[in-house]
Structure formats: structure tokens, C-alpha cells
């Protein structure tokens, strides 16, 4: 059974202060998607890694795929108040029609 | 692209009634659908999957009785709550696989379940 251990669980920061959110895994994924979710809403796609050491930016977010594609992480710079959500890493295993595996999930609240 | 919408976004329903939530995706053909079920500030727990024109898969310890899955078409699944209890007060959540695309899945924007 594959898994994804996401950490920290909980993040309480104050604005402007950096972070980095943690997936990891013994097993190897085909990709590995990073999503944002807001109370009462669904999850929001922020990226999709795909190849091993590949490195993402969207803004201040900054995501990498570790080189075996085992891991991944997500590091915000300058965190504001509206970055504030539960982040979630899920990871594919390729084959077609296959749930995606998630991670637990990091609450992150940022503080003006 | 790949929007995915869910109807009703908030149902409220008397112990004993039955509930049936619609996931559509409207601008791609989704071969795949899964539901979800999320508790506050937890993750997304996986409870079946939904391929169009068969029996869904339903994973362990979730009753297949109790949640019906229909997937009718490549756009529409539809997950019905039967005899719903207070218990069953959860946010459900669904997703689709893009036929013939990637591994990412498109979110539905969720449906919040109360049973009184």
C-alpha cells in the first residue's frame, strides 16, 4: 500500500515569515500533484510534478519532485494572510483510473 | 478547462431520508470519477471509484448499500446517501479523470451533508 506522510500538520505563522510543507513516501509515484483548499470549497490544483528533481514556481510557492519521485516539497516565501488554507500533496501511480494517494494534509494559518 | 461542478453544494435532511449528490464534469469526458468524504481540517478519504457503465469499487469498510453509485455517462456520477443518519453529516467531495489524459484529477467543489 503506498503512502504519503505530509508534515507538519499544522502551521501557524505570522506574514512574511517562509515555510516548507514535506511530502514523503516510500514508494516511487508517476507524478505528484500539490492542491489548496479552502473551507467549504474543493481542492484547487496548484501544480503537477512529473519528472524526478523537477522544480516548479508559481509566485512565492516553489514546488520540487525529489529525484527518485519519492518525495516532494512546497516552500512559500513571504507567506501572507491569504496563502492561509489546508495544503494537500497527493501522489499517481500511473496507472489509468487509480485514486490518487493523500497525503494528511498541513493547515496552514498565516497572521497579519 | 476541466471544470467539475457538484450539485447540491448544501443539502440539510430529516435521519431516514435519502440524498442523491450529482458530479458532472462539463467540458471534458471523465472515464473515471471518485468520491471522497472529508471531515473538518482532515484530508480527503477515499471511499469508492466510479467507472462509467460498471459497478463502482468501493474501498474497505465503506457500505456499498448505504452509498450508492451510479455512473450513468461519461459526464455524470451521482452518489446517493440512503437512510441517512446524523453520522453521516460530512463534506463529500468528488473528482474525474480526464479520459485519455494525465494523472490529474479535477476537483468538484464539494457538497456539505447535514443529517438532523
Known amino acids: 500500500t503506498q503512502l504519503l506522510e505530509q508534515s507538519p500538520q499544522f502551521l501557524s505563522i505570522q506574514e512574511g515569515e517562509n515555510l516548507t510543507v514535506y511530502c514523503n513516501s516510500s514508494?516511487?509515484?508517476?507524478?505528484l500533484q500539490w492542491y489548496r483548499q479552502e473551507p467549504g470549497e474543493g481542492p484547487v490544483l496548484l501544480v503537477t510534478v512529473v519528472t524526478g528533481g523537477e522544480v516548479k514556481k508559481l509566485k512565492r510557492l516553489t514546488f520540487q519532485f525529489g529525484d527518485a519521485r519519492k518525495d516532494s516539497s512546497l516552500h512559500i516565501t513571504a507567506a501572507q494572510p491569504g496563502d492561509t488554507g489546508l495544503y494537500l500533496c497527493?501522489?499517481?501511480?500511473?496507472?489509468?483510473?487509480?485514486?490518487?494517494?493523500f497525503g494528511k494534509g498541513t493547515t496552514l494559518s498565516v497572521s497579519s | 478547462g476541466a471544470v467539475v461542478s457538484q450539485h447540491p453544494s448544501r443539502v440539510i435532511c430529516k435521519s431516514g431520508t435519502s440524498v442523491k449528490i450529482e458530479c458532472r464534469s462539463l467540458?471534458?469526458?471523465?472515464?473515471?470519477m471518485f468520491w471522497y468524504r472529508q471531515f473538518p481540517k482532515k484530508s480527503l478519504m477515499l471511499m469508492a471509484t466510479s467507472n462509467e457503465g460498471s459497478k463502482a469499487t468501493y474501498e474497505q469498510g465503506v457500505e456499498k448499500d448505504k452509498f450508492l453509485i451510479n455512473h450513468a455517462s461519461l459526464t455524470l456520477s451521482t452518489l446517493t446517501v440512503t437512510s441517512a443518519h446524523p453520522e453521516d453529516s460530512s463534506f463529500y467531495i468528488c473528482s474525474a479523470d480526464r479520459a485519455g489524459g494525465t494523472d490529474t484529477q479535477y476537483f468538484g467543489p464539494g457538497t456539505r451533508l447535514t443529517v438532523l
Open positions: 467540458d471534458f469526458q471523465a472515464t473515471t
Open positions: 497527493a501522489g499517481a501511480s500511473g496507472q489509468a483510473g487509480t485514486a490518487l494517494i
Open positions: 514508494s516511487v509515484f508517476s507524478s
